[in-house]
């Protein structure tokens, strides 16, 4: 190997190159405390997985779909909506909804977190951590209200977001517990498609409400209509019918001709019966034209 003068002080470093051998017997004579470091950080390591408590994770997808009522629209926007849509906004917001404080509070409460360790701080032993917490490097989860503590605890666990492209939304929730993840996500997905039912139901109802507005604003306007134009008629003597008189008088007019007329042939029809009944008590031949031209008769 090539000897030269060390330069800039670096062990190792001749003439600008690098001396492998000289390195490697530096590092031989700091083997101690190379071999020590090595020791304190795989024990500090270990410790530090000892300490860590396993999680499972769950998940659950829901899809998306539009909820909104055209009724509940503005008249300007209805011919326009397209229905079988969802904007990213629309599912972000949902997203949104997801992580409220409403959802996470009846969950908690259906599932009692505040009554598991994991999610309330004050329920567990002691540990190297709170060290850490009297030194105030972490904060002390002792200084908060218990709902404070398990919604901390809580919103560690869960993660809710969007897929790209698409109208579903991934509901993620971690625990020491398997079970307890598992049945947290499809709780959270329940309360959330339970909150959706509600608001679908409310809107339902809204929409009611408006339709029957608008149904009294259209029966006011076609009474207003019917007035117009009943006065319309009388303004412009339009129940004046032949001979100047009135649409009423000239159909009772008729009426009456029609009842005359249908007396007058009741009559005859009685006189003519009252013959034929006549002839044949006397037993003499019935030569009236109209039993002669009748085709039962015949």
Known sequence: MRAGVQTDGVPGRTDGEINLGTIGRAVWHKKLAVILLTIIVAATAAVAVNFVTPRYKSEARILVEGRENIFLRPEAEKALIDRGTVDQETVTSQVQLVLSRDLAREVIAELKLSDLPEFNAALRE??????????GLIRDPMAMTLEERVLVAYYERLSAYAVDKSRVIVIEFQSADPELAARAANLIAEKYLTMQQMAKQDQARSAGQWLSGELGKLRQKVSDAEAKVEDFRAKSNLFVGAN???????????????VSGARAQKAD?????????????????????????????R
């Open 126 to 135: 002691p540990s190297a951590l709170a060290v850490l917490r009297e030194i």
């Open 244 to 258: 100047n008189t009135s649409l009423s008088n000239q159909q009772l007019t008729e009426l009456s001709s029609q």
């Open 269 to 297: 029809a009685e006189t003519r019966a009252r013959l034929i009944r006549e002839t044949l008590r006397a037993g003499q031949s019935l030569e009236s034209s109209d039993i002669v031209n009748s085709e039962l008769i």
